[in-house]
């Protein structure tokens, strides 16, 4: 079973008018007895409580890509300071970081922030999404792809519950990158699939600002890629910042009109 703590994309929200689908952004859990795995890190992990965390001694995580969105939940993940807590990061090999003090050093850093790693208390290794095609631990196994993104970003196959799931956030349609995630996808639980604009938003009709080139996609896409490999369900993920929970809802009816099997991300959505 997964878990979403966040699925908004760009930065988080507040307000009443964005209550229902949720604030924070992009991060989902699966928690297996005192071991969890995580994928991003977005605001989406600081609504993880202490009993969340209480007993688990292992955590995994793997990033899709590292803008902030999806990172910048890690500045205040508790369990940095567990002395009793080992916590692997994995990060794909096309960033060039040669261990775990020189990924966490650029991003604690003086101006940015007050402290160094040195006040982490917990067991730290980084492991680089590279040629491994599989990733295994006990109830969870984890394939990827490449996906369609600026600077690069995973899209990843998580296999755990007697479920499939594709989590492909941060991904813009194209002809080539589509055919690779409709095979990569055929037959999944859920697609869990970046749908950050209205079709008008992303061709640039609403604002007279194309968004092509931006990394991410239409709900309209993610329906054909659902439709084309037979997925059970697509998750509508990564909203808009600027999208209210009724544009949001606007969003889904139109995409069960081609889709009946979708369903809207909320931040606290069980799958």
Known sequence: MLKILGCRGTNSVYGVEFNKYGSYTSSLIATLGDRAVLFDMGTGVQSLTKQDLDGITEFNIFF???HWDHLIGILGFKPLFYKDVKINFYVSEKYGF?????FLSNIYKKPFFPVGIEVFNAKLSL???SNQKK???EGIDIEYMAGNHP???LVYKIYT????YIYATDYEHSDQSDNSLIEFARRADYLIFDTTYFPDDYEGLIDGVSKKG???STYVKGCEIAKKANVKSLVLFHHNPEYTDKELE???LLALKICPNTIIAKDGMLL
């Open 151 to 153: 600077n690069g970003a």
């Open 127 to 129: 492991k680089l999404v």
């Open 250 to 252: 606007k969003m889904h």
């Open 135 to 137: 990733f295994s631990f």
């Open 214 to 216: 931006w990394g991410h």
């Open 161 to 164: 519950d007697d479920k499939r």
């Open 64 to 66: 899709s890509h590292l």
């Open 98 to 102: 040669k261990g775990i003090d020189e």
